[in-house]
């Protein structure tokens, strides 16, 4: 096999530091939700309006970036979007009102905006054919980073303050460097790469209609998964703490195992789809978890724990795989997918918070832990998504006619 079509392990290795980074960076805002709480005096509508702003920079922005770049690629632009963050935090770190706040979480919106289109469509020329697996290992930076957040917020940020956030910093600088020899990287062999995945692209692919109906099936999954990761992110300390009555160290520690079995599920789900079809990763990950989600509101501490981690370990393998799935539907618009799937998360995600935040303070937290335990049932729609053969015969009929 030429060197220009082997799997990049260690430029997808690179990426997943990066998102990684990245994505640390962004989780240390929703870890300290609790301290904003307090110091602000911020209602639940508030801390959502917070991630909404995080979520809806980034989702807008995203598809636009993604368009741009299939057309003019621009690698470096990943260091300049790492840039972004990097003011996003030093804001954060000095924040002294609650507008300010809004300002920091969308700065790192805007810096994420920029770098998950164009470093998704980065792991795919690297994947060397192996998209499930680059997708998974490349999100399974982003969703440990996720994880890191609250622990790190309960072990540094907690005991030191606001302003000890802004020695993160040193992490978006080491990203930085990091994003500039991967762009690099891309001008050499990945140049010769793209121009190969384009001459691929001539192979038959779906008919229009087919296309946008499966695109919207996988959109309405992403809505269901997102906005329930959302409820976690957002709300599960404000839920442990309510119900059980935990300290909000104890809390960020569950919320960290929560995180943790996301990144180990995301690891799972790419390599799993390029085995056995995307269909049936995407069909068992997200109405699989629905008996967990059902069972959650009701269970002790112990059980919570327990499910909170399946729950975080079975949902979280869907997404690479959905990604992949929109992907090889529009092969000669990688960068354009990747912004609109990650966009549409982030969006959902963000509006998604708003709105719950808003229901938590109309009735109670515990009510909208029970009312996001049916969001996985919109798995289901998962059934009527073309399997592999199914797609080769559709393939195969547009290319005839």
């Not at 030191?160 to 040193?170: C, I, K, L, P």
């Not at 690099?184 to 229009?208: C, D, F, I, K, N």
């Not at 990761?229 to 104890?250: A, H, K, N, T």
Request: hydrophobic fraction near 55%.
């Amino acid at each position: 096999m030429s060197s220009s079509h082997r799997t990049a392990l260690p430029v997808l290795g690179a990426l997943s530091v990066c998102h990684l980074l990245n994505d640390l960076l962004q989780s240390l805002l929703p870890a300290l939700y609790p301290v904003f709480k307090d110091s602000y005096s911020l209602d639940f509508w508030q801390i959502g309006m917070i991630t909404l702003a995080n979520q809806v920079t980034a989702s807008l922005l995203q598809p636009l970036v993604g368009h741009y770049t299939d057309a003019r690629p621009h690698p470096y632009s990943l260091a300049l979007g790492m840039s972004v963050t990097l003011a996003g935090v030093l804001v954060l770190a000095s924040a002294s009102t609650y507008p300010w706040l809004l300002v920091a979480a969308a700065l790192v919106g805007i810096g994420s905006s920029i770098f998950h289109p164009e470093s998704s469509r980065i792991a795919r020329l690297a994947s060397g054919g192996r998209h499930g697996l680059a997708q998974s290992l490349f999100q399974t930076g982003g969703n440990l980073g996720t994880s890191l957040g609250p622990l790190l917020a309960a072990f540094f940020i907690l005991p030191r303050g606001q302003g000890s956030v802004a020695w993160f910093s040193v992490l978006a600088l080491v990203a930085i460097v990091i994003l500039w020899r991967i762009g690099r990287w891309y001008w050499t062999t990945g140049q010769e790469r793209r121009r190969s995945a384009v001459h691929l692209t001539a192979a038959p692919t779906l008919p229009p209609a087919q296309v946008k109906k499966v695109m919207a099936i996988l959109l309405a999954l992403v809505f269901s998964k997102y906005v329930y990761v959302s409820s976690f992110v957002s709300f599960f300390m404000f839920f442990l703490i309510d119900r059980f009555g935990i300290s909000v160290q104890q809390a960020q520690f569950h919320l960290f195992g929560f995180l943790g079995a996301v990144a180990a599920g995301t690891f799972m789900g790419g390599p799993l789809g390029d085995r056995f079809g995307r269909k049936p990763v995407i069909l068992a990950s997200i109405l699989g978890v629905l008996p967990f989600a059902l069972a959650l509101p009701y269970a002790s501490l112990f059980w919570t724990t327990v499910l909170s981690v399946m729950i975080g370990l079975v949902l979280s393998s869907a997404f690479s795989a959905i990604l992949v799935f929109a992907q090889e539907l529009v092969p000669h618009r990688v960068g354009l997918v990747s912004g609109l799937f990650f966009g549409f998360a982030f969006g959902v995600a963000g509006a998604g918070a708003g709105a719950l935040g808003w229901l938590a303070d109309v009735t109670s937290i515990d009510f909208v832990y029970h009312l996001c335990s049916f969001l996985p049932a919109i798995g289901l729609l998962a059934l009527w998504l073309p399997g592999r053969s199914r797609l080769l015969q559709l393939a195969s009929s547009s290319s005839n006619s």
